[in-house]
C-alpha cells in the first residue's frame, strides 16, 4: 500500500491523477476499463473549475455523463461540504449515474475507498468531507443548498423551465450550474438559454466539442453508418449539434421556396447567427433544409 495520506493529498490536488491511477469505467465494448480522458473531457474540466454557468451541447455517447460523475465523485472525496444534485430526465437514467459511482467505488483498493455515511441509489454522503452527491429527477429533487447542480440532457427534461426558476434561487448564492444536452428542437428552454448566452445576454458561458475530437467517431465508415441510422435530422442534432428544429418550425418553408441555392445558402446563414460556422456545415445546413423542404 503506497503512503495513504500522501496518497490522498495527490488527489485532492491533482484531478488527473486521480482519474489517471484511481478511475475504471465501463465501456460498452470493451467492458471495464481504466478511464482516459479525451481530450475534450480534459477541456471540460477546465471549463468546470473555471466556469460559474457552463452551458453545452453534447454529441450522443461522448461520454459527458461519465465525465461529470467522475468530476462530482473527485470533489465529494476531496473536499468538504460539497453539495452536488445531478438533474435527470428519467428515475432510471438517474440510478444510472448512481451506478457509475458505485463502480468506481467497487474498483477502490479498501484503504483508498471513501467511508460513506450515506450509500443509496439516489444519494452518496461521504462522511469525511461532509460531501453529497445526490441524483433525481426534477420532481424527486428538493430544496437544499447547492455548490454543483448538473443538469443533464436538458432539452429532454419537461417543464425544465418552471423547475429552473425553482432551483435557480438554490444556486444563485454561490453554486454552479452546468447544463449538458443533445439538442432536440428549437423553442425550448435549453435552446433558448444556449442562444441568449451566445449573445451574451445571460450569465451562461458556452463549452464546445465536436464528434470529431473523439477517436472512435473520427472516421468515415463510422459517420457513414451513424448518419444512416440517425437519419439527416437525428444526424444534425445528435451529432453535429444543429438546432435543426428551426428550419421546420421557425421558419415556414416556403420562406425557402423559389430561392436560389445562392439565396438559401445565404438565408441560412442569416438563421443561423453562429458566424463560426464552418463551410462544411453550411453544405450540411443546405442539404437538410433541401431535404425537409422536399417532406413537407
Ligand atoms: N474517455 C473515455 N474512454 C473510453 N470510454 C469512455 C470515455 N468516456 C466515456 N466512455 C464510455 O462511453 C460510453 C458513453 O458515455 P456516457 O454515457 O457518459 O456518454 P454521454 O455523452 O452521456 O452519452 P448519452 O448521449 O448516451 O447520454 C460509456 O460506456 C462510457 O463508459
Ligand atoms: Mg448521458
Redesign the pocket.
Known amino acids: 500500500m503506497p503512503n495513504a495520506l500522501q496518497e490522498l493529498l495527490r488527489c485532492q490536488e491533482d484531478f488527473f491523477y486521480f482519474v489517471d491511477k484511481y478511475i475504471k ?4 465494448a470493451r467492458g471495464v ?1 481504466p ?4 481530450d475534450y ?1 480534459k477541456r471540460l474540466f477546465k471549463f468546470y473549475q473555471e466556469e460559474r454557468y457552463g452551458i453545452s451541447i ?1 454529441f ?8 461529470s460523475v467522475v468530476y462530482a465523485l473527485w470533489l465529494a472525496m476531496f473536499h468538504d461540504n460539497q453539495k452536488i444534485l445531478f438533474l435527470s430526465k428519467t428515475d432510471r437514467e438517474a440510478v444510472h449515474m448512481g451506478n457509475i459511482v458505485d463502480l468506481m467505488l467497487k474498483m477502490f483498493e479498501p484503504w483508498f475507498s471513501p467511508k460513506l455515511e450515506k450509500n443509496q441509489e439516489h444519494i452518496k454522503v461521504f462522511s469525511l468531507t461532509n460531501s453529497s452527491i445526490a441524483f433525481f429527477t426534477p420532481d424527486a429533487a428538493r430544496g437544499r443548498s447547492l455548490t454543483h447542480l448538473f443538469i443533464d ?1 436538458a432539452a429532454f427534461i419537461p417543464h425544465i423551465e418552471k423547475h429552473w426558476k425553482a432551483l435557480y434561487p438554490i444556486v444563485a448564492s454561490g453554486g454552479k450550474v452546468f447544463v449538458n444536452s ?1 439538442v432536440n428542437g428549437v423553442g425550448n428552454w435549453f435552446e433558448q438559454t444556449y442562444h441568449s448566452a451566445e449573445k451574451g445576454e445571460n450569465n451562461f458561458k458556452i463549452f464546445k466539442s465536436n464528434y470529431k475530437e473523439h477517436p472512435d467517431y473520427s472516421n468515415p465508415e463510422w459517420v457513414k453508418k451513424t448518419r444512416e441510422a440517425l437519419g439527416e435530422k437525428g444526424w444534425l442534432q445528435e451529432v453535429e449539434g444543429c438546432f435543426v428544429g428551426s428550419l421546420a418550425i421557425d421558419y415556414p418553408l416556403d420562406v425557402f421556396k423559389n430561392l436560389s441555392n445562392n439565396e438559401l445558402v445565404r438565408k441560412l446563414w442569416a438563421i443561423f447567427p453562429e458566424k463560426k460556422l464552418k463551410v462544411e456545415q453550411h453544405q450540411v445546413l443546405y442539404e437538410a433544409s433541401r431535404r425537409l423542404y422536399n417532406q413537407n
Request: hydrophobic content about 30%; overall charge positive.
Open positions: 469505467i465501463n465501456h460498452p476499463i478511464f482516459q480522458l479525451y473531457q453534447k450522443r455517447q461522448g461520454g459527458f455523463t461519465t465525465f440532457e443533445t
